[in-house]
T-cell receptor, first 113, second 117 residues
Framework: GAVVSQHPSWVICKSGTSVKIECRSLDFQATTMFWYRQFPKQSLMLMATSNEGSKATYEQGVEKDKFLINHASLTLSTLTVTSAHPEDSSFYICSASGFEGAFFGQGTRLTVV | AQSVTQLDSQVPVFEEAPVELRCNYSSSVSVYLFWYVQYPNQGLQLLLK??????LVKGINGFEAEFNKSQTSFHLRKPSVHISDTAEYFC???????????????FGKGTLLTVNP
């Protein structure tokens, strides 16, 4: 099956710093990737749609200047949380769309201290 | 726009018992349907999907689901559960109009399946 690799799986950073999360589709090309955020014991909330070679589309209420998304190739999308604050602490998950469905990375647990 | 309702937030069952996790959706257009499983602190693993064809879909780990268009449901079933099936299960839909490789998903709130010995 399709494999999506997300890195890092967990990260702790200081308030005010930036953190980059990578999402790679390992065995298929993904023109579209999605970034989700999941709060404890809750469902996934779509943050943005990442399209290869173009600007990301953000959902309402998501700050595009805070959550920078880059989709430079058909196999890699990155999410950078800029000037992170404790309220940004969460579980971030990416998914990559192939013809057979949407496949998810392992998730990244971000803790901002 | 679509919405997904998972009617049960928690489902406790005993090992080897059958289980059904319910999912209903609302949409003004045709949709694709998915079930995912999430273990603690992990991403989502695709259990099964309905894209077209037979309305009875078989997935991994012995799970199956049936698409019922008239009832707008896509319930997940397993005839005999194991302790290892304890996890969070998410039902999701995607608008068919978006095309074959653009699965923007709308998720239900999830159902925690707890299998007890």
């Amino acid at each position: 099956g399709a494999v999506v690799s997300q890195h890092p799986s967990w990260v702790i950073c200081k308030s005010g710093t930036s953190v980059k999360i990578e999402c790679r589709s390992l065995d298929f090309q993904a023109t579209t990737m999605f970034w989700y955020r999941q709060f404890p014991k809750q469902s996934l909330m779509l943050m943005a749609t990442s399209n290869e070679g173009s600007k990301a589309t953000y959902e309402q209420g998501v700050e595009k200047d805070k959550f920078l998304i880059n989709h430079a190739s058909l196999t890699l999308s990155t999410l950078t949380v800029t000037s992170a604050h404790p309220e940004d602490s969460s579980f971030y998950i990416c998914s990559a769309s192939g013809f057979e469905g949407a496949f998810f990375g392992q998730g990244t647990r971000l803790t901002v201290v | 726009a679509q919405s997904v309702t998972q009617l049960d937030s928690q489902v406790p069952v005993f090992e080897e018992a059958p289980v059904e996790l319910r999912c209903n959706y609302s949409s003004s257009v045709s949709v694709y349907l998915f079930w995912y499983v999430q273990y603690p602190n992990q991403g989502l693993q695709l259990l099964l999907k309905y894209l077209s064809g037979s309305t009875l879909v078989k997935g991994i780990n012995g799970f199956e689901a049936e698409f019922n268009k008239s009832q707008t449901s896509f319930h997940l079933r397993k005839p005999s559960v194991h302790i290892s099936d304890t996890a969070e299960y998410f039902c999701a839909v995607s608008d068919q109009r978006r095309g074959g490789s653009n699965y923007k998903l709308t998720f239900g709130k999830g159902t925690l399946l707890t299998v007890n010995p």
